[in-house]
């Protein structure tokens, strides 16, 4: 018998799911409420509030210039995550004046939450830099031409 972290091969008294929606006799569970059969499946029905709908709405409109901008998929999937790190990067640099604005917090408090946004902030832009060069390569190699170029520099430059 081979153990692995605890857990041996052995016999464990587990069931596979198929055998544990059938009883001792062999019947299926049919009328049980918490089995359900392929057939009986629904889809979860989500309903959103208005607020939530315009957020849903603003955030697919974000990007519609990108998604329709004709570029190559993976030109387009890096302009969106430029896009949402710098959206990042911004949040919180308002995060970072808001604490240093606040005149509540004690200095030892301010201190240790704006080393923390600082060091938020150094790995947001260490990410925006590491996906500038991707963008760069990722130009290359699709080969865009001087059109495309423009187009992605001034999608860049829109965010």
């Keep these: 018998m ?15 799911f198929s055998e544990s929606s059938k009883t001792n006799d062999g019947d299926e569970l049919s009328d049980s409420p ?13 309903s959103l509030s208005g607020a939530g709908l315009k957020k849903s709405s603003s955030v697919a409109g974000r990007d519609s ?6 570029l190559p998929q993976s030109v387009k999937q890096i302009l969106k995550m430029i ?3 710098q959206q990042q990067i911004s949040e919180k640099l308002a995060e970072l004046q808001a604490v240093m604005a606040d005149k509540r917090l004690s200095p030892e408090e301010a201190k240790v939450r704006i080393g923390s946004l600082q060091s938020d902030l150094a790995m947001l832009n260490g990410g925006l830099l590491s996906a500038n060069a991707s963008l760069v390569k990722a130009m290359r190699q699709e080969g865009l031409t001087p059109e495309q170029v423009m187009k992605a520099s001034a999608l860049l430059m829109k965010s």
């Design 34 to 46: 918490l089995v359900v059969g392929p057939a009986g499946r629904e889809g979860v029905k989500v």
């Design 65 to 70: 210039d990108i998604d329709e901008s004709g």
């Design 2 to 16: 081979s153990s692995v972290g605890g857990i041996t091969n052995g016999n464990n008294n587990l069931q596979l």
């Design 83 to 85: 896009r949402k790190l």
